[in-house]
């Protein structure tokens, strides 16, 4: 089993948290020819990371990776025991996927002065601030998305989370981000002393500064 993966992804990143916390036989790799690629493309035609390759059965999708690996490794689950927990957890990476990631994926091409849209960078925050009161909302004041634990909500959270304590400045979200968001600072805090959580994080910020040159 694999996952094709690239560590900057946050929706890969979501993923790999799973696999290390539940310790998944699952094999982290570069997509075959780099996104975008032929030879990708014939194994997935959506040609995004993250996708699973298990014994023939190809998945995209993050959200619907970590559903079959939870379905599929039911032990050390990560899905909340309760029904409305469950629905907590699922609302909570939508509102990443759906409200939050469409404006942070447009400030993330906004990040050169020399180029960027000053209009579009004030818009698109006003959006990603909007969707970072929502989780907000929802998040405990623990720090976790639900019942006091580890979830799935959790790993699509805190990979979010990175990109809006490293990247919101210059995004336009404000010298601290998360200051007036204290569930998510208090998620973010906690994400930096777990060991796994950290070990994502840190395999993003490597991945971010070889972008960047660094």
């Known amino acids: 089993m694999k996952l094709y993966n690239a560590n900057l992804s946050p929706f890969a990143a979501r993923c790999r948290i799973q696999i290390y916390v539940k310790n998944l036989p699952v094999e982290l790799v570069d997509p075959p ?8 493309d014939a194994i997935t035609p959506i040609g995004k ?6 014994d023939g059965f190809v998945l995209p999708e993050s959200e619907l990776i970590c559903e079959y690996l939870e379905d599929r490794f039911p032990e050390n689950p990560l899905r909340p025991a309760s029904a409305e927990d469950r629905a907590r957890a699922r609302l909570v990476s939508r509102l990443c996927d759906l409200y939050l990631m469409a404006p942070m994926g447009v400030l993330f091409g906004q990040l ?4 960027r849209d000053e209009k579009l960078v004030a818009e698109k925050a006003v959006e990603a601030k909007k969707a970072l009161g929502l989780l907000n909302h929802y998040v405990g004041s623990d720090g976790f998305v639900v019942g006091g634990k580890l979830s799935l909500g959790d790993c699509t959270l805190v990979p979010m989370l990175f990109f809006i304590t490293t990247l919101g400045a210059p995004m336009g979200l404000g010298a601290t981000p998360l200051a007036d968001y204290p569930n998510l600072a208090a998620a973010w805090a906690r994400a930096g002393k777990d060991a796994i959580l950290s070990k994502v994080t840190g395999e993003m910020g490597a991945a971010l500064a070889k972008m960047q040159g660094g």
């Open 49 to 54: 990371v993250p996708c699973l390759e298990a």
């Open 33 to 40: 020819g780099g996104l975008h690629s032929a030879t990708y």
């Open 112 to 115: 050169n002065p020399k180029t």
